[in-house]
C-alpha cells in the first residue's frame, strides 16, 4: 500500500505525478469577468463576432493568464494533506502552448519536481504543471510552479 501524500511525506513523492484534476468548463461569463477584473478589453476574448471574423479559432478563447490563474483552483484537492499555510512563490517557467476555446473543458496533471525543506515543517516545492484541453493532443498550458508550504501547527510568520 502507498503511503499518503502529506507534509511529512513530501520529500518520497519528489519525481512522481500527484494527481489529476476534475475538468473544469472555460465559458464566456467567466472570459468576461476575467478581461473586466484585469482591464482588458481584447476583443479575441470578448467579442464572439470579431474573433470569429479576425482570429483562426473560430470564436473567442480564455486568455492565457486566466488558464495560468486557475491552476490554484484546478490543483487545490492535489495539495498534500497536513499544510497550514500555503504561498504562491513564483513559477520558473511558463508556456502557453495552445488557446483556450470558449466552451472547452480543462484539467490540471501535476507532478512533483522537488521538495526543499526551508524549517522543520516548511517546504519550498516545485511542481510541474500541465493544463490539458479535453479532446486535443496539445496542451493550453505548461507551468513550473513554486510554492510555499507550512504544516498544521507552524505560525506563518516564523516562516
Do not use: C
Amino acid at each position: 500500500m502507498t503511503q499518503p501524500y502529506t507534509i511529512d511525506t513530501i520529500d518520497s513523492f519528489v519525481g512522481q505525478e500527484i494527481g489529476i484534476s476534475d475538468w473544469f468548463t472555460v465559458d464566456q461569463g467567466r472570459i468576461d469577468m476575467f478581461a473586466a477584473a484585469h482591464y482588458d478589453p481584447d476583443p479575441q476574448h470578448i467579442d464572439a463576432d470579431w474573433a470569429a471574423a479576425n482570429t483562426p479559432y473560430g470564436g473567442t478563447i480564455g486568455f492565457g493568464f486566466q488558464t495560468l490563474s486557475m491552476l490554484s483552483h484546478l490543483t487545490m484537492k492535489l495539495r498534500p494533506s497536513g499544510v497550514g499555510f500555503a504561498l504562491n512563490y513564483g513559477f520558473d517557467r511558463i508556456r502557453f502552448v495552445e488557446p483556450v476555446r470558449v466552451g472547452v473543458r480543462i484539467r490540471a496533471r501535476q507532478s512533483l519536481t522537488s521538495a526543499q525543506t526551508r524549517a522543520p515543517g516548511v517546504h519550498v516545492i516545485t511542481t510541474h504543471n500541465i493544463v490539458e484541453i479535453e479532446g486535443n493532443d496539445r496542451p493550453a498550458l505548461v507551468a513550473d510552479w513554486l510554492g510555499l508550504l507550512a504544516a498544521e501547527g507552524v505560525d506563518p510568520a516564523t516562516i
